[in-house]
């Protein structure tokens, strides 16, 4: 595999996809403090993700520095893709553009959206599993986790 090297500092790399929220809607959930923190890696974001009323929902909790939250928006991209198995496949990219500082005080912000439709046999019920990445364009750094989708309750779509 090649590796490729970033010539141009400042150069935006937008995540895989197409954008389904701009600007994401999001709220403040309070403040966290990791005192031994002294990188400006991010941290992977909390994900939960549930079939509910026939559609995939995703509620994600990230982590922002203090001085980072000041000017931030954030946007939501979705990726759909067949693996090597032979499955539909789901991403989604929580990105920012910020400088990336270091920081020990963090805002804590849970974001909510649901998955468009994807074009796949199946469609969103087929979904087992997703990955959501929190990602910053600059391209500092990206971090993800790979999450289990819930079924739901009531008139939702559940799996067995």
């Known amino acids: 595999?090649?590796?490729?090297?970033?010539?141009?500092?400042?150069?935006?790399?937008?995540?895989?996809?197409?954008?389904?929220?701009?600007?994401?809607?999001?709220?403040?959930?309070?403040?966290?403090?990791?005192?031994?923190?002294?990188?400006?890696?991010?941290?992977?974001?909390?994900?939960?993700?549930?079939?509910?009323?026939?559609?995939l929902s995703v509620r994600a909790v990230i982590f922002v520095t203090h001085e980072e939250s000041k000017n931030l928006k954030l946007s939501v991209y979705q990726n759909s893709y067949i693996s090597i198995d032979g499955k539909a496949q789901l991403q989604f990219f929580i990105s920012y553009d910020l400088k990336g500082t270091e920081g020990h005080d963090f805002h804590i912000y849970e974001v909510s959206f649901d998955a468009d439709e994807i074009p796949y046999e199946g469609g969103l019920e087929s979904i087992r599993t997703i990955q959501t990445f929190l990602w910053d364009i600059d391209p500092i750094t990206s971090r993800g986790t790979e999450t289990v989708v819930l079924p739901g309750t009531g008139t939702g779509v559940g799996h067995p």
């Open 1 to 55: 595999m090649e590796k490729i090297t970033l010539v141009e500092p400042g150069q935006e790399i937008y995540p895989p996809g197409k954008m389904i929220k701009e600007p994401a809607e999001y709220l403040k959930r309070g403040k966290v403090s990791f005192p031994d923190k002294f990188t400006k890696d991010l941290f992977s974001p909390v994900v939960e993700a549930y079939y509910l009323d026939n559609k």
